[in-house]
């Protein structure tokens, strides 16, 4: 693995991090126009970043330690860096002039896990790029960039909730967010509570899975309704009469809009995590993303002392889960829920959130 020394050679350099997400309610709710309540993580990513002195941009990920290497009229390369040039596209389109580039990048975000690694990279990117460049761009505006980037060069046709959560969360307070609109407003958690975040150790690859067909039938699901998004149905029962399956898809993004809102409005632990369950049993039940691994995971995590509740978070097909549970029993809670499903299938779960005292966190470079 390359040192930043090493890969800069002295240079001066530019850096900016990036959280990754935890949604706690409103799945899939986002490219619907609809409303959610992600929380940012202690995982992060670190991107370095300073004018390259030829023609050719080199980008570096020491935590795959793998390094690309390409020219301006080049095609963009494939995997981690397709996203950091498609925030450099995005922002010469922008009109930026936006010289070829060293990047260096580093995280201890698990890609695949559903905690947003990539939007997390983005906006990294974003905020390196605009402090080389010292142009002007307020942090709404930033993350729109990167959710484009997403969707136009990383072929995920994505909301805008996992950029937005990156760009303007924080660790400790909840981010209520109208996809509508983009009015947020930061909403603590309930009083005396912590969160958990288990990853299941079943990767799931967002472009390669029905993401983007659930996404087409929601949008065939409110043209038969006959409104723009389904955010603008207003009850569960006006969504009855459509036809399998989209019936069940538009009734889960009902559905879960009400739910946080009622979350919204201030609610105990307990309800919330009531509310947590049902997110949950209607992601496995009506919109069909959850897997075998997801929900033995949730139900292990219920059956703890001190947990009110737990749900699949990210996109599903794999990833993780998140639960809800007493201030100060999460990390006993995790730990035990990871050992039990491990050692009953054999499988490679891992306590992500609270992480243990030792583990290893980036250096602290802040936009």
Excluded at 113 to 131: H, K, Y
Excluded at 152 to 167: H, L, T
Excluded at 265 to 285: I, K, P, Q, T
Excluded at 341 to 360: C, D, K, Q
Aim: with cysteine.
């Amino acid at each position: 693995m390359k040192t930043v020394d090493e890969f800069f050679g002295g240079v001066p350099f530019v850096a900016a991090r990036a959280p990754g997400r935890v949604n706690l309610l409103g799945e899939h709710t986002d490219y619907n126009d609809g409303f959610m309540l992600p929380v940012a993580t202690a995982q992060s990513t670190l991107v370095r970043l300073a004018a390259a002195p030829g023609p050719e941009s080199v980008y570096y990920s020491a935590t795959l330690d793998e390094e690309v290497a390409f020219e301006a009229a080049a095609e963009l390369p494939t995997g981690f860096a397709r996203y950091i040039g498609g925030c450099v596209s995005m922002l010469e389109e922008g009109g930026a002039r936006v010289p070829p580039l060293r990047v260096y990048v580093e995280s201890n975000l698990p890609a695949g896990a559903g905690l947003s690694s990539s939007a997390a990279l983005e906006v990294a990117t974003l905020r390196a790029l605009r402090r080389l460049l010292a142009i002007e761009l307020d942090d709404v505006t930033l993350a729109l960039l990167a959710q484009q980037a997403e969707v136009r060069y990383a072929g995920v046709n994505c909301g805008v909730m996992d950029q937005m959560a990156s760009s303007l969360a924080n660790e400790t307070s909840m981010l209520f967010l109208d996809a509508r609109t983009l009015a947020t407003r930061l909403l603590p958690l309930p009083p005396d509570s912590e969160i958990v975040v288990v990853d299941s150790g079943v990767p799931r690859l967002l472009a390669a899975s029905k993401y983007n067909e659930r996404r087409a039938e929601c949008e065939q699901a409110a043209h038969l309704l006959g409104v723009a998004s389904l955010r603008d149905v207003g009850a569960v029962a006006d969504v009855e009469a459509l036809p399998a399956p989209l019936r069940q898809r538009a009734r889960h993004v009902v559905s879960e809009n009400a739910r946080v809102l009622a979350a919204a409005e201030g609610v105990d632990a307990a309800r919330f995590g009531a509310l947590m369950n049902a997110s949950h049993y209607s992601l496995r039940d009506d919109y069909e993303v959850s897997i075998g691994a997801l929900d033995e995971l949730t139900e292990l995590l219920r059956a703890q002392p001190g947990v009110f509740g737990a749900r699949l978070t990210g996109a599903g097909f794999g990833g993780a889960c998140v639960a809800l549970c007493r201030r100060g029993a999460g990390f006993t809670a995790g730990s035990a829920v990871v050992a039990r499903y491990n050692a009953n299938t054999g499988g490679a779960a891992r306590l992500l959130i609270p992480a243990a005292a030792s583990a290893a966190t980036l250096e602290s470079e802040n936009a």
